[in-house]
């Protein structure tokens, strides 16, 4: 049963790239993210909590998983534009999923999750349709950690899809893990890779290089457009951010499922910019690479 659940939770690894953090198999989650920009007076503060809870069904490993998610992103945009930026200082988001997973031969194991979120800076007090983004994931499975296995492993292979990236076609998902040592152990795929040591049983150090960011509709749609370019017609409709950063993480484990972690890095990419209704950029507010951190509580099923 407990073997059965760490294989299912495995299907929340790279479902959608809004949830690019949560690469481990977690039940629920709160964090808070602190994100200054260099060379500006603009930051980001998110608070994000999560929760997901297994159905088993009475086929024999197969499991039914509603879950939910809320993030609330305070960005203060301090710089200075011809637009007015008021109404660009919160943006939230609700998410539901709901997944299901259920066991092959040779120890893998099929995963399939869809999901409907609404992400938005709500300036209107309402939802409207383009506030709504679809999303959905196929993974395959195979994890080798019984106690015939002196250096446990798994891999992840599938395809993930949502309506924010702009492409007409899903998106590859790999994931390798392994332990090689007894304190020892290195993940490699995308939006994490990292190498962990055991300093104890309750504590662990990491090294890691990984992907985060958000994506979030602007009811009110602006123009752009620099003062100094007519020519050009930019209209703002939602804002995204892309960032890849590299640094080092701390856990400590208050029981064998409950956890604090903090982490601390440097971004290799910040890509923050507004984009127009085909996906495409009309300005850059940021991409000076910057400090980085986030800290939170987890309840994990490993």
Same mark, same amino acid.
């Given at each position: 049963?407990?073997?059965?659940?760490?294989? *299912?939770?495995?299907?929340?690894? /790279?479902?959608?790239?809004?949830?690019?953090?949560?690469?481990?198999?977690?039940?629920?989650?709160?964090?808070?993210t602190?994100?200054? %920009?260099? %060379?500006?007076?603009?930051?980001?503060?998110?608070?994000?909590?999560?929760?997901?809870?297994p159905?088993?069904? !009475?086929?024999? =490993?197969s499991? *039914?998983?509603?879950?939910?998610?809320?993030?609330?992103?305070?960005?203060?945009?301090e710089?200075?534009?011809p637009?007015?930026?008021?109404k660009?200082?919160?943006?939230?988001?609700?998410?539901?999923?709901?997944?299901?997973?259920?066991?092959?031969?040779?120890?893998?194991?099929?995963?399939? %999750?869809?999901?409907? !979120?609404?992400?938005?800076?709500?300036?209107?007090?309402?939802?409207?349709?383009?506030? *709504?983004?679809?999303?959905g994931a196929?993974?395959? &499975? !195979?994890? #080798?950690?019984?106690?015939?296995?002196?250096?446990?492993?798994?891999?992840? /292979?599938?395809?993930?899809?949502?309506t924010?990236?702009?492409?007409?076609?899903?998106?590859?998902? &790999?994931?390798?893990f392994?332990e090689?040592?007894?304190?020892?152990?290195?993940?490699?795929?995308v939006? #994490?890779s990292?190498?962990?040591?055991?300093?104890?049983k309750r504590?662990?150090?990491?090294?890691?290089?990984?992907l985060?960011?958000?994506?979030?509709?602007?009811?009110?749609?602006?123009d752009?457009t620099?003062?100094?370019?007519?020519?050009?017609?930019?209209?703002?409709?939602?804002?995204s951010?892309?960032?890849?950063?590299?640094?080092? =993480?701390?856990?400590?484990?208050?029981?064998?499922?409950?956890?604090?972690?903090?982490?601390?890095?440097?971004?290799? &990419?910040?890509?923050?910019?507004?984009r127009d =209704?085909? %996906?495409?950029?009309?300005?850059?507010?940021?991409?000076?690479?910057?400090?980085?951190?986030r =800290?939170? *509580?987890?309840?994990?099923? /490993?």
């Amino acid at each position: 049963m407990k073997k059965a659940i760490k294989l *299912l939770f495995l299907i929340f690894v /790279l479902f959608s790239f809004e949830k690019i953090s949560a690469q481990v198999t977690d039940l629920a989650r709160i964090e808070y993210t602190y994100f200054p %920009q260099r %060379q500006s007076d603009n930051s980001f503060r998110r608070f994000r909590t999560f929760f997901n809870y297994p159905i088993e069904l !009475k086929t024999e =490993g197969s499991y *039914l998983v509603p879950g939910i998610e809320y993030r609330n992103v305070n960005f203060k945009y301090e710089d200075p534009e011809p637009f007015k930026t008021a109404k660009l200082d919160r943006f939230q988001s609700f998410t539901a999923t709901l997944a299901y997973t259920f066991e092959m031969k040779d120890d893998w194991r099929f995963g399939v %999750q869809t999901g409907i !979120k609404i992400a938005s800076n709500f300036s209107r007090s309402d939802i409207i349709n383009d506030d *709504l983004i679809y999303e959905g994931a196929i993974f395959f &499975i !195979k994890v #080798k950690d019984d106690e015939q296995v002196d250096k446990p492993w798994r891999f992840i /292979l599938g395809v993930n899809y949502s309506t924010t990236r702009g492409y007409p076609f899903p998106l590859p998902v &790999i994931n390798y893990f392994r332990e090689f040592s007894p304190d020892w152990s290195f993940a490699l795929g995308v939006p #994490k890779s990292n190498l962990r040591y055991s300093i104890s049983k309750r504590s662990t150090l990491q090294a890691f290089v990984t992907l985060d960011g958000f994506f979030a509709n602007v009811q009110d749609n602006f123009d752009v457009t620099p003062m100094n370019n007519n020519s050009l017609d930019a209209t703002a409709e939602n804002i995204s951010m892309t960032i890849l950063l590299s640094g080092l =993480g701390y856990e400590y484990n208050f029981t064998e499922h409950f956890s604090f972690y903090v982490y601390a890095g440097y971004t290799l &990419i910040n890509d923050i910019r507004f984009r127009d =209704g085909n %996906q495409d950029d009309v300005l850059t507010i940021n991409d000076t690479n910057t400090f980085y951190s986030r =800290g939170g *509580l987890k309840f994990s099923i /490993l």
